[in-house]
C-alpha cells in the first residue's frame, strides 16, 4: 500500500522554526518527485516547495524563497521541508504529495498521484 504520513506540524510563534516530514511507504523515493503544498483557510492549495529527486532540481514559492528548505534522505525514505523564519501568513494545513512519474519538479496538482492527509502548521503574530 502506497502511504504518505506527515508529521512536525504545530504551533509556533512568527519568527520560529519548524521542519515537516513525509514518511513514504509501499514505494521507493529514489526517482520520484515530491512536493509540498498548503492550504490556508479560504484559500486555494498552493505549490510551496518541490523536488524531482532523480535530478535534484528544486522549486520554491516566491513566498518560501530563502526561509523554507526540501529535502530528501533517500535512506529513511522521507522527505523533509524546514520552516524557518514563519510569518503567520504561513499558516495552513501542510500536504506532502508524489509524482510517482519522477518527472515533475513544479507544483502541478495534477502530476501528483499520491497525497499525505496533512499536517497543520499555525503561526501567532
Known amino acids: 500500500e502506497v502511504r504518505l504520513v506527515e508529521s512536525g506540524g504545530g504551533l509556533v510563534q512568527a519568527g520560529g522554526s519548524l521542519r515537516l516530514s513525509c514518511a513514504a511507504s509501499?514505494?521507493?523515493?529514489?526517482?520520484?518527485?515530491i512536493g509540498w503544498f498548503r492550504q490556508a483557510p479560504g484559500k486555494e492549495r498552493e505549490g510551496v516547495s518541490c523536488?524531482?529527486?532523480?535530478?535534484?532540481?528544486?522549486y520554491y514559492a516566491d513566498s518560501v524563497k530563502g526561509r523554507f528548505t526540501i529535502s530528501v534522505d533517500n535512506a529513511k525514505n522521507t522527505v523533509y521541508l524546514q520552516m524557518n523564519s514563519l510569518k503567520p501568513e504561513d499558516t495552513a494545513i501542510y500536504y506532502c504529495a508524489a509524482d510517482t512519474d519522477g518527472s515533475s519538479w513544479y507544483p502541478i496538482e495534477v502530476l501528483y498521484d499520491f497525497w499525505g492527509q496533512g499536517t497543520q502548521v499555525t503561526v501567532s503574530s
Open positions: 509501499g514505494f521507493s523515493l529514489d526517482d520520484k518527485s
Open positions: 523536488i524531482a529527486n532523480r535530478d535534484g532540481r528544486i
